[in-house]
């Protein structure tokens, strides 16, 4: 069974870097480039136009940043993945493009491997972080985890999978490391944006960090 190749838009002011990009990306047969943009201005219009199911985007860019073009992305085309590709691995980024809508955020110096994974991962509903960006999000939170009061009225397996799901596991990998079946993760994960009242994975990761869930091991 053949499956439909990942439509990916690739967004970034650099030609060289977007030529770079489009040079490691091209070989995988599950991803098609199927345009670029050098700002987001420009992406918001080629997103409308071209359908991606991915938008890979820079932050710093003129005309309109990648902060601002994921929050608006968000708002015409919410069916679109946003992952961030950023050279920087500054915290507080990384919290503000969470916000903005952002699925997922990798550095420029990972390997075509790991960004494929993340494109691939993103498309699938989950959320991604590269090692280092991953390192910088989550050093901080090395006090317990929140009390149950704290975090409403989740269960403790469902803040197992909160955990995972905001370290950027998708629902396979969940069930594999907690021996459940697929269809149980989906039903956690349901029960816990019901319960949060939170209905995007930007939201529960941001939820799971701002309740010191998530711990590196």
């Known amino acids: 069974m053949s499956l439909k190749p990942i439509k990916v838009l690739l967004v970034d002011d650099h030609p060289l870097v977007l030529d770079g990009i489009r040079a490691r990306l091209e070989d995988e047969g599950g991803i098609d480039v199927v345009g670029d943009a050098c700002n987001g201005q420009d992406a918001l219009e080629k997103a409308q136009s071209l359908s991606p199911d991915v938008v890979l985007m820079d932050v710093s860019m003129p005309v309109m940043n990648g902060f601002d073009a994921t929050r608006k992305l968000r708002e015409c085309c919410p069916q679109v993945r946003v992952l961030i590709l950023s050279m920087h691995d500054n915290r507080e980024y990384i919290l503000q493009l969470i916000q903005s809508g952002a699925a997922g955020y990798i550095l420029k110096d990972v390997s075509s491997e790991e960004m494929v994974k993340a494109i691939e991962t993103v498309n699938q509903g989950g959320t991604y972080f590269s090692s ?28 197992t999978v909160l955990k995972l799901l905001a370290e950027g596991r998708n629902n396979k990998e969940i069930a594999r490391e907690l021996d459940i079946s697929v269809r149980t993760v989906e039903t956690h994960r349901q029960n816990i944006k019901s319960k949060l009242n939170i209905q995007t994975a930007a939201g529960l990761v941001r939820y799971a960090i701002e309740h010191n869930l998530v711990q590196l091991s």
């Open 132 to 159: 280092g960006a991953s390192q910088t999000l989550f050093a901080r939170f090395d006090e317990p985890a929140a009390s149950a009061q704290d975090t409403g009225v989740l269960t403790r397996r469902e803040l």
